[in-house]
Protein backbone atom coordinates (compact mmCIF):
# COMPACT_ATOMS: atom_id res chain seq x y z
CA UNK A 1 0.00 0.00 0.00
CA UNK A 2 1.28 3.68 -0.86
CA UNK A 3 -0.43 6.40 0.50
CA UNK A 4 -0.39 9.71 -1.54
CA UNK A 5 -2.30 13.44 -0.08
CA UNK A 6 -0.61 15.41 -2.25
CA UNK A 7 -3.03 16.55 -4.41
CA UNK A 8 -0.64 17.20 -7.55
CA UNK A 9 0.92 13.10 -7.00
CA UNK A 10 -2.56 11.99 -6.03
CA UNK A 11 -3.62 12.75 -10.05
CA UNK A 12 -0.07 11.75 -11.12
CA UNK A 13 -0.61 7.99 -9.63
CA UNK A 14 -4.23 7.69 -10.75
CA UNK A 15 -3.69 8.90 -14.45
CA UNK A 16 -0.54 6.27 -14.84
CA UNK A 17 -2.92 3.39 -12.99
CA UNK A 18 -5.29 4.40 -15.32
CA UNK A 19 -2.74 4.69 -18.41
CA UNK A 20 -2.17 1.12 -17.65
CA UNK A 21 -5.42 -0.27 -17.60
CA UNK A 22 -7.63 -2.41 -20.09
CA UNK A 23 -10.73 -2.68 -18.22
CA UNK A 24 -11.55 0.03 -15.39
CA UNK A 25 -14.22 -0.67 -12.69
CA UNK A 26 -15.46 2.20 -10.52
CA UNK A 27 -17.03 1.91 -7.52
CA UNK A 28 -18.89 4.61 -5.74
CA UNK A 29 -19.74 5.60 -2.34
CA UNK A 30 -21.90 7.89 -0.63
CA UNK A 31 -18.71 10.14 -0.50
CA UNK A 32 -19.67 10.44 -4.80
CA UNK A 33 -22.25 12.62 -4.13
CA UNK A 34 -21.03 14.86 -0.92
CA UNK A 35 -19.66 17.42 -3.82
CA UNK A 36 -23.31 17.28 -5.16
CA UNK A 37 -24.59 18.69 -1.97
CA UNK A 38 -25.79 14.94 -1.04
CA UNK A 39 -24.38 14.41 2.63
CA UNK A 40 -23.18 10.79 3.20
CA UNK A 41 -23.99 8.50 5.94
CA UNK A 42 -21.03 8.39 8.28
CA UNK A 43 -19.51 11.98 8.56
CA UNK A 44 -20.06 14.31 11.22
CA UNK A 45 -23.89 15.87 10.27
CA UNK A 46 -24.68 13.10 7.59
CA UNK A 47 -27.46 11.25 7.69
CA UNK A 48 -27.55 9.00 10.58
CA UNK A 49 -26.78 11.40 12.94
CA UNK A 50 -30.35 12.98 12.61
CA UNK A 51 -32.51 9.79 11.82
CA UNK A 52 -32.68 5.84 12.86
CA UNK A 53 -32.75 3.50 9.91
CA UNK A 54 -36.02 1.98 9.07
CA UNK A 55 -35.65 -1.67 8.99
CA UNK A 56 -37.14 -4.16 6.34
CA UNK A 57 -39.38 -5.69 8.61
CA UNK A 58 -40.93 -2.86 10.11
CA UNK A 59 -41.30 -1.30 6.89
CA UNK A 60 -43.55 -4.75 5.91
CA UNK A 61 -45.50 -4.95 9.35
CA UNK A 62 -45.74 -1.32 10.56
CA UNK A 63 -47.93 1.13 8.83
CA UNK A 64 -46.81 4.17 11.09
CA UNK A 65 -42.90 2.69 9.95
CA UNK A 66 -44.18 2.72 6.03
CA UNK A 67 -45.36 6.66 6.89
CA UNK A 68 -42.32 7.82 8.23
CA UNK A 69 -40.68 5.67 5.31
CA UNK A 70 -42.76 8.33 3.02
CA UNK A 71 -42.21 10.96 4.13
CA UNK A 72 -38.22 10.87 4.28
CA UNK A 73 -38.26 9.33 0.46
CA UNK A 74 -40.16 12.71 -0.60
CA UNK A 75 -37.68 14.52 1.52
CA UNK A 76 -34.74 13.03 -0.38
CA UNK A 77 -36.96 13.12 -3.72
CA UNK A 78 -37.27 17.08 -2.93
CA UNK A 79 -33.43 17.19 -2.15
CA UNK A 80 -32.46 15.22 -5.51
CA UNK A 81 -34.42 17.60 -7.74
CA UNK A 82 -32.40 20.43 -6.91
CA UNK A 83 -29.11 18.66 -7.10
CA UNK A 84 -26.50 18.05 -9.81
CA UNK A 85 -24.34 15.75 -10.88
CA UNK A 86 -20.67 16.77 -9.61
CA UNK A 87 -17.37 16.96 -11.95
CA UNK A 88 -16.78 13.48 -10.70
CA UNK A 89 -19.85 11.61 -11.96
CA UNK A 90 -19.25 13.30 -15.44
CA UNK A 91 -15.52 12.18 -15.78
CA UNK A 92 -16.80 8.66 -14.47
CA UNK A 93 -19.34 9.32 -17.48
CA UNK A 94 -16.83 9.82 -20.09
CA UNK A 95 -14.25 7.14 -19.43
CA UNK A 96 -17.62 4.62 -19.67
CA UNK A 97 -18.10 6.20 -23.18
CA UNK A 98 -14.78 6.68 -24.23
CA UNK A 99 -14.74 2.51 -23.20
CA UNK A 100 -12.11 3.21 -20.40
CA UNK A 101 -14.43 1.84 -17.77
CA UNK A 102 -16.64 -1.14 -18.19
CA UNK A 103 -19.29 -0.48 -15.45
CA UNK A 104 -19.68 1.96 -12.33
CA UNK A 105 -20.83 -0.37 -9.13
CA UNK A 106 -22.21 1.62 -6.93
CA UNK A 107 -23.96 1.81 -3.50
CA UNK A 108 -25.41 5.00 -3.92
CA UNK A 109 -29.62 5.52 -4.10
CA UNK A 110 -29.33 9.05 -6.24
CA UNK A 111 -29.12 8.41 -9.67
CA UNK A 112 -26.56 10.81 -10.31
CA UNK A 113 -24.23 8.90 -12.71
CA UNK A 114 -26.70 7.95 -14.97
CA UNK A 115 -27.90 11.81 -14.86
CA UNK A 116 -24.41 12.25 -15.51
CA UNK A 117 -24.47 10.24 -18.85
CA UNK A 118 -23.45 6.90 -17.19
CA UNK A 119 -25.92 4.37 -19.20
CA UNK A 120 -28.13 2.61 -16.90
CA UNK A 121 -27.03 -0.24 -18.07
CA UNK A 122 -23.40 0.58 -17.08
CA UNK A 123 -24.65 1.20 -13.37
CA UNK A 124 -25.00 -1.72 -11.34
CA UNK A 125 -26.41 -0.53 -8.06
CA UNK A 126 -26.42 -2.37 -5.20
CA UNK A 127 -28.49 -0.77 -2.83
CA UNK A 128 -31.23 0.50 -5.48
CA UNK A 129 -32.48 3.53 -6.51
CA UNK A 130 -34.55 6.23 -4.30
CA UNK A 131 -36.05 8.01 -7.64
CA UNK A 132 -38.93 5.43 -8.34
CA UNK A 133 -41.34 2.76 -5.98
CA UNK A 134 -41.70 -0.67 -6.66
CA UNK A 135 -44.43 -3.31 -5.40
CA UNK A 136 -43.24 -5.61 -2.89
CA UNK A 137 -45.62 -8.13 -4.27
CA UNK A 138 -45.64 -7.84 -7.88
CA UNK A 139 -42.93 -5.83 -8.59
CA UNK A 140 -44.52 -3.32 -10.43
CA UNK A 141 -43.18 -0.10 -11.02
CA UNK A 142 -44.50 3.33 -9.47
CA UNK A 143 -43.62 6.83 -10.35
CA UNK A 144 -42.98 8.88 -6.91
CA UNK A 145 -44.27 11.64 -8.41
CA UNK A 146 -48.01 9.49 -9.22
CA UNK A 147 -47.89 8.24 -5.58
CA UNK A 148 -47.35 11.69 -3.80
CA UNK A 149 -50.33 13.87 -3.70
CA UNK A 150 -52.83 10.80 -2.35
CA UNK A 151 -50.05 10.53 0.41
CA UNK A 152 -49.47 13.93 1.12
CA UNK A 153 -53.80 14.19 1.53
CA UNK A 154 -54.47 11.12 2.91
CA UNK A 155 -50.96 10.40 5.09
CA UNK A 156 -51.95 6.42 4.03
CA UNK A 157 -48.54 4.64 2.45
CA UNK A 158 -49.47 4.08 -0.75
CA UNK A 159 -50.17 0.74 -1.94
CA UNK A 160 -49.82 -1.39 -5.35
CA UNK A 161 -52.80 -0.32 -7.83
CA UNK A 162 -52.58 -3.42 -9.68
CA UNK A 163 -52.77 -6.18 -6.90
CA UNK A 164 -53.14 -4.17 -3.44
CA UNK A 165 -49.41 -4.71 -2.06
CA UNK A 166 -47.13 -3.03 0.04
CA UNK A 167 -45.69 -0.21 -2.23
CA UNK A 168 -41.95 0.89 -1.30
CA UNK A 169 -39.11 2.81 -2.99
CA UNK A 170 -36.86 0.90 -5.27
CA UNK A 171 -33.86 0.85 -2.52
CA UNK A 172 -32.58 -2.02 -0.48
CA UNK A 173 -33.45 -1.20 3.29
CA UNK A 174 -31.58 -2.73 6.29
CA UNK A 175 -32.75 -5.93 6.79
CA UNK A 176 -33.98 -6.48 3.52
CA UNK A 177 -32.11 -9.47 0.60
CA UNK A 178 -29.56 -7.74 -1.52
CA UNK A 179 -30.84 -7.77 -5.25
CA UNK A 180 -29.41 -11.19 -6.62
CA UNK A 181 -28.88 -9.69 -10.55
CA UNK A 182 -27.09 -6.48 -9.39
CA UNK A 183 -24.78 -8.79 -7.20
CA UNK A 184 -24.22 -11.26 -10.00
CA UNK A 185 -23.18 -8.48 -12.32
CA UNK A 186 -20.85 -6.66 -9.93
CA UNK A 187 -19.27 -9.93 -9.21
CA UNK A 188 -18.73 -10.45 -12.82
CA UNK A 189 -17.46 -6.87 -13.81
CA UNK A 190 -14.96 -7.01 -10.33
CA UNK A 191 -13.64 -10.55 -11.98
CA UNK A 192 -13.25 -8.90 -15.14
CA UNK A 193 -11.82 -5.34 -14.26
CA UNK A 194 -7.68 -5.04 -14.33
CA UNK A 195 -8.03 -1.33 -12.08
CA UNK A 196 -10.88 -0.92 -9.64
CA UNK A 197 -11.55 2.53 -8.37
CA UNK A 198 -13.56 2.84 -5.03
CA UNK A 199 -14.51 6.53 -4.60
CA UNK A 200 -16.20 8.06 -1.15
CA UNK A 201 -16.73 5.14 0.20
CA UNK A 202 -15.86 4.26 3.73
CA UNK A 203 -15.83 0.33 3.04
CA UNK A 204 -17.75 -0.50 6.03
CA UNK A 205 -20.95 -1.92 4.47
CA UNK A 206 -20.90 -5.72 3.17
CA UNK A 207 -21.51 -7.54 1.07
CA UNK A 208 -20.87 -4.51 -1.19
CA UNK A 209 -17.50 -3.48 0.41
CA UNK A 210 -16.35 -7.39 -0.59
CA UNK A 211 -16.17 -6.59 -3.91
CA UNK A 212 -12.72 -4.24 -3.88
CA UNK A 213 -11.33 -7.37 -2.11
CA UNK A 214 -12.48 -9.80 -5.22
CA UNK A 215 -11.08 -7.58 -7.65
CA UNK A 216 -7.88 -7.50 -5.94
CA UNK A 217 -7.54 -11.01 -4.93
CA UNK A 218 -8.21 -11.73 -8.71
CA UNK A 219 -5.24 -9.57 -9.91
CA UNK A 220 -6.68 -6.51 -10.45
CA UNK A 221 -5.04 -3.30 -9.33
CA UNK A 222 -7.26 -1.45 -6.50
CA UNK A 223 -7.20 2.32 -5.78
CA UNK A 224 -8.79 3.72 -2.93
CA UNK A 225 -9.91 7.56 -3.13
CA UNK A 226 -11.50 8.95 0.02
CA UNK A 227 -11.05 11.69 2.50
CA UNK A 228 -10.47 9.18 5.50
CA UNK A 229 -8.39 5.68 5.79
CA UNK A 230 -10.89 2.94 5.17
CA UNK A 231 -10.23 -0.68 6.61
CA UNK A 232 -9.34 -1.87 3.36
CA UNK A 233 -6.36 0.38 2.77
CA UNK A 234 -3.79 -2.10 3.66
CA UNK A 235 -4.99 -4.19 0.55
CA UNK A 236 -4.85 -1.52 -1.87
CA UNK A 237 -1.85 -0.72 -3.93
CA UNK A 238 -2.68 2.92 -3.96
CA UNK A 239 -4.57 5.23 -1.19
CA UNK A 240 -4.98 8.53 -2.52
CA UNK A 241 -6.30 10.78 -0.36
CA UNK A 242 -8.09 13.82 -1.57
CA UNK A 243 -11.46 14.87 -2.78
CA UNK A 244 -13.08 12.80 -5.56
CA UNK A 245 -13.42 16.03 -7.51
CA UNK A 246 -10.08 17.65 -7.40
CA UNK A 247 -8.12 14.22 -7.21
CA UNK A 248 -10.38 13.14 -10.76
CA UNK A 249 -10.32 15.85 -12.62
CA UNK A 250 -8.93 15.89 -16.12
CA UNK A 251 -8.64 11.82 -15.91
CA UNK A 252 -10.78 10.92 -18.95
CA UNK A 253 -8.52 13.45 -21.14
CA UNK A 254 -5.34 11.22 -20.07
P1 LIG B 1 -20.28 6.34 4.04
O1 LIG B 1 -21.02 7.55 4.43
O2 LIG B 1 -20.12 5.24 5.00
O3 LIG B 1 -18.79 6.78 3.60
C1 LIG B 1 -18.53 7.85 2.75
C2 LIG B 1 -17.03 8.07 2.72
O4 LIG B 1 -16.74 9.04 1.75
C3 LIG B 1 -16.47 8.57 4.06
O5 LIG B 1 -15.34 7.82 4.41
C4 LIG B 1 -16.12 10.04 3.77
O6 LIG B 1 -14.97 10.47 4.46
C5 LIG B 1 -15.84 9.98 2.28
N1 LIG B 1 -16.11 11.23 1.55
C6 LIG B 1 -17.19 12.03 1.66
N2 LIG B 1 -17.13 13.02 0.73
C7 LIG B 1 -15.97 12.84 0.06
C8 LIG B 1 -15.35 13.53 -1.01
N3 LIG B 1 -15.89 14.60 -1.58
N4 LIG B 1 -14.15 13.08 -1.46
C9 LIG B 1 -13.56 12.00 -0.89
N5 LIG B 1 -14.11 11.29 0.12
C10 LIG B 1 -15.31 11.71 0.57
O7 LIG B 1 -20.91 5.83 2.67
P2 LIG B 1 -20.87 4.40 1.95
O8 LIG B 1 -19.55 3.74 2.13
O9 LIG B 1 -21.41 4.62 0.59
O10 LIG B 1 -21.89 3.48 2.75
C11 LIG B 1 -23.07 3.91 3.31
C12 LIG B 1 -24.38 3.68 2.60
O11 LIG B 1 -24.84 4.96 2.36
C13 LIG B 1 -24.46 3.06 1.27
O12 LIG B 1 -25.12 1.88 1.43
C14 LIG B 1 -25.35 4.00 0.41
O13 LIG B 1 -26.45 3.23 -0.08
C15 LIG B 1 -25.87 4.97 1.35
N6 LIG B 1 -25.99 6.41 1.00
C16 LIG B 1 -26.18 6.81 -0.28
C17 LIG B 1 -26.25 8.17 -0.55
C18 LIG B 1 -26.46 8.59 -1.97
O14 LIG B 1 -27.09 7.86 -2.73
N7 LIG B 1 -25.92 9.74 -2.38
C19 LIG B 1 -26.12 9.13 0.46
C20 LIG B 1 -25.94 8.67 1.76
C21 LIG B 1 -25.86 7.30 2.03
Known amino acids: MTVFEDLA???RQLGEAVAAAR?????????????????????PGGYWSTRKPIMFDDFCTSREARREDWRRRYDL?????????????LEIARMVAGG???????QNIDGLHQRAGTPPEKVIELHGNATYAT?????????????RPQFE????PPVCRSCGGLVKAAVISFGQAMPSGPMAAAHEASLAAD????????????PAAGFPLLAKRNGATLVIVNREATPLDAEADLV?????????RGISAG
Not at 23 to 43: K, L, N, Q
Not at 135 to 147: A, I, K, P, V
Not at 195 to 206: K, M, N, P, R
Open 77 to 89: ADQLAATEPNAGH
Open 100 to 106: RASHVIT
Open 195 to 206: LFVVLGSSLVVY
Open 153 to 156: ATGE
Open 23 to 43: RIVFFTGAGMSTESGIPDFRS
Open 9 to 11: ESR
Open 135 to 147: CLSCGLHHGLDDL
Open 240 to 248: LEGEIGEVL
